[in-house]
């Protein structure tokens, strides 16, 4: 298995399962995009992946169904698992999916972290909170991107991330949190950076990563 660094601009679309027993083999190593339909996951995995339309985005919050599995290179995959909290998304639905997450995180072994992505102004609810309970009780590590941050003036965005990485340590496990805006493109290295630890092998030299929670 490769231990180099990760191309994010390689990824290319494999396939999209509606649950983990449809997806490729339990092996490798897997990120995977978590966040409610508004969030901005798709617009953020285009930026990461320097493609305008690898994973679709629609005014319409909901769009991703399923699991979509992009591939990076032989060894590693990008997860975008299906949007969550919408109201207009009818409640069968909403549990199907609640289910399918659920599963993939306590279950799929070569899942190596989940981004959880939030709008900066809409922060934390109650279904992202209960996301990243899921994959601390799995022993993931988290990172918390609070997406638009270009929404917010410079004050606004430090003191969000400053209270969001104030209420990170009630989690008890490995969370951190960066603010990251798809239109201006802020916040992208701090997302690089800790990907590409994560996709590093464990025995690999140098896995740690920089805390980037300081980085605006």
């Not at 409640?91 to 909403?94: D, I, R, S, T």
């Not at 996301?131 to 899921?134: A, M, P, Y």
């Not at 104030?166 to 340590?169: D, G, H, I």
């Given at each position: 298995m490769s231990s180099q660094s990760v191309h994010f601009q390689s990824a290319r679309f494999i396939t999209s399962a509606p649950d983990i027993r449809h997806l490729p083999a339990d092996e490798g190593?897997?990120?995977a995009f978590a966040g409610r339909s508004n969030a901005g996951k798709s617009s953020a995995l285009n930026v990461l992946t320097r493609q305008k339309s690898l994973a679709r985005t629609s005014k319409t919050p909901g769009r991703t169904q399923q699991i979509n599995v992009f591939s990076l290179d032989e060894d590693r995959r990008l997860i975008d698992l299906p949007g969550y909290g919408f109201a207009k998304v009818p409640?069968?639905?909403?549990h199907k999916w609640q289910e399918a997450l659920s599963e993939y995180l306590q279950k799929r072994q070569c899942l190596r972290g989940l981004v959880v992505l939030m709008d900066i102004r809409h922060p934390m609810k109650d279904l992202d909170q209960e996301?990243?309970?899921?994959a601390v009780s799995s022993e993931l590590p988290v990172l918390v991107v609070l997406t638009k941050a270009d929404k917010l003036n410079s004050g606004g965005r430090k003191a969000t991330l400053m209270k969001i990485q104030?209420?990170?340590?009630g989690f008890n496990g490995d969370v951190q949190a960066i603010t990251f805006s798809s239109l201006n493109k802020s916040g992208l290295p701090d997302l690089e950076r800790v990907l590409q630890g994560w996709f590093t092998l464990p025995t690999d030299e140098g896995n740690d990563t920089a805390d980037p929670s300081a980085a605006e």
């Open positions: 190593l897997e990120v409640l069968a639905m909403k996301l990243i309970h899921w104030e209420a990170l340590p």
